[in-house]
């Protein structure tokens, strides 16, 4: 994990009593809070409280896939997406990276199929997630 944190982030660390601005500043209400920001400074993900490791490194591989994203770079996007739904298939992130993982194919191709897969594949993976529910205006449109 920390080669991966190493290899992709500049880590900053601050504690709430020592630098209590900014905490202010990034609107953080509890700990941990993680930022992704881009080149900018510009948030791009967060990740809010505990969670066990490969859930948080699924979260941070989110929180570059959204970077891709912001940035138009869909076929790095895709992968990444794809990686997390690959690596992490039982975790909270899955399905949301399933959901983006064909939004940006539909972005790169602007073929609707892509849409429509993942509306069948989200159904039949993870029925109970609030991206499936999202999806289901694709299920049937051409």
């Not at 900014?22 to 992704?36: E, G, Q, S």
């Not at 970077?67 to 794809?82: G, I, P, Q, S, T």
Request: glycine letters at 2%; charged letters at 30%; zero cysteines.
């Amino acid at each position: 994990m920390a080669s991966f944190i190493e290899q992709n982030f500049i880590p900053v660390e601050a504690h709430i009593k020592e630098h209590p601005v900014w905490f202010k500043r990034f609107d953080a209400v509890w700990t941990p809070t993680v930022l992704v920001m881009d080149s900018d400074g510009e948030e791009r993900w967060r990740i809010e409280g505990y969670l066990p490791k490969d859930d948080f490194r699924a979260q941070l591989e989110m929180g570059l896939a959204r970077l891709d994203v912001v940035h138009k770079r869909w076929e790095e996007a895709e992968r990444r997406y794809a990686h997390v739904v690959e690596s992490y298939p039982k975790s909270k992130a899955a399905p949301e990276a399933l959901y983006w993982r064909n939004v940006s194919r539909y972005s790169r191709s602007h073929d609707a199929g892509e849409l429509q897969s993942v509306a069948k594949e989200l159904e039949q993976r993870y029925p109970d997630s609030v991206w499936t529910l999202k999806s289901t205006v694709w299920k049937h449109s051409a």
